[in-house]
């Protein structure tokens, strides 16, 4: 199963298991092993990703004043880790794309 595991991984995604693998190598640790290395590595990104789907989701319900809107993108924004994507970017192209108004999207 660990070679299966191994040989299936991207030269990326394996070389991140190699260097967290360090002073040994990936093939010196069993299936098990490597998987919790995997999910080490990589459990952060998926909850990230999925934080960051989400976000990207909301959208202006009908009781919500734009001020409410806005207070509510900005704690979901608090959970994406959007520094390398600019989180006032990522605030504003959400909250223009979230509003039940039409005309304010033009």
């Known amino acids: ?4 595991l191994l040989a299936s991984l991207t030269p990326n995604a394996f070389e991140e298991l190699r260097l967290s693998c360090l002073p040994t190598t990936p093939y010196d640790f069993t299936y098990e092993e490597c998987v ?8 952060r990104r998926v909850i990230l990703m999925r934080e960051r789907a989400n976000f990207f989701r909301i ?3 009908n009781h919500q004043t734009p001020k409410q809107f806005a207070n509510c993108l900005r704690e979901a ?3 994406c880790n959007f520094e390398s994507f600019n989180t006032e970017a990522a605030l504003v192209l959400q909250f223009i794309n979230g509003m039940k108004n039409e005309e304010i999207k033009l």
Request: proline residues 0%.
């Open 1 to 4: 199963m660990r070679c299966c």
């Open 36 to 43: 919790a290395k995997m999910k080490e590595l990589y459990g």
């Open 59 to 61: 959208t202006q319900s």
């Open 77 to 79: 924004a608090g959970h």
